[in-house]
């Protein structure tokens, strides 16, 4: 395991990026693949769906409506979350149509989506 040299009383957010990006480039690396990956994802489902499903037919214009939406997100993670542990409870079975790298990267975006949503610029 490398170590990592924290010289610096407060490092900065960049700096911190830096040093850890030059300690494991691969990880990093694959980290901001990954996010790509899963960005295009969004994209590509965002042309197939639109907004709507997520907002549950609302216009996520009130505080009730953006519960709504989260609590649909929530559902839609549980699902993901019981898959994953059903998978991996298996116990060398392998998933005949859905891999499980499928489910972490779905829940990952579930998890985006609902910040947005939170942060008040779903659909905008």
Known sequence: M?????EEEKMTKASIVKLIEREWPEMTSEF?????AQYELFCSKQYD??????????MLDSDDD?????????????DKINRLVN???RKGKKPQNEPITDSFRDL????IMAQIV???KWGK
Do not use: C, W
């Open 32 to 36: 901001t693949d990954i996010q790509k």
């Open 2 to 6: 490398a170590k990592i040299s924290f």
């Open 87 to 89: 998978m991996v409870a």
């Open 66 to 78: 953006v519960q709504l939406a989260l609590t649909g997100l929530i559902v839609r993670m549980n």
């Open 108 to 111: 990952s975006v579930y998890g």
């Open 118 to 120: 939170a942060n008040g």
């Open 49 to 58: 769906y639109g907004t709507g499903n997520i907002a549950m037919g609302t």
